[in-house]
């Protein structure tokens, strides 16, 4: 390792998911075709200073019930929160169903997990995205044309893990 080398180093990873995790998510068979569901409200640094990550790996496992078709994806945002806790696209925190479809389009646009597989089975995806404030909502959007996703919360799961740079490794 050389003097100027920059390295990754993780900070600890947020989980969003319906039991066992850091944030509670119920993402099942009540997310229809044309549907979605959020989060309760994520605190991304406990105890926050202007001394925080911006850049985040982000990882996905979905899972559709047997009439998904290969193509079709579950849309992933965040709707972070102001200086004031106003929250992008006017979602509210909390467990629950998200219907307001036009409400996406004023959120940060995470990624997508697309069906590869006609039969049942686990997808996943992963990425990078940049959040600039440090209390979000996550809204994932089911954007098949008939399948709901399945019934099994436990099915789903999303992380977020910290990535800041560091001189030291």
Known sequence: MG??????KPGTEITFQ????????TVNASVAAGDGAKSALATLVAGYTDARPDEYRWTCKAFWAASAVVGERLGIFLAEADADGNLDGGVSAGDAAFTDEDGLQNMLFVGNVIVTNATEEQEYASGVVRITSNK?????WNYSVAATMHATATNFEFKLLPTPLNEEA
């Open 136 to 140: 979000v909502v996550l809204v994932v």
């Open 18 to 25: 319906s039991a066992g995790g850091t944030v509670l998510i």
């Open 3 to 8: 003097s100027g080398d920059v390295y990754i």
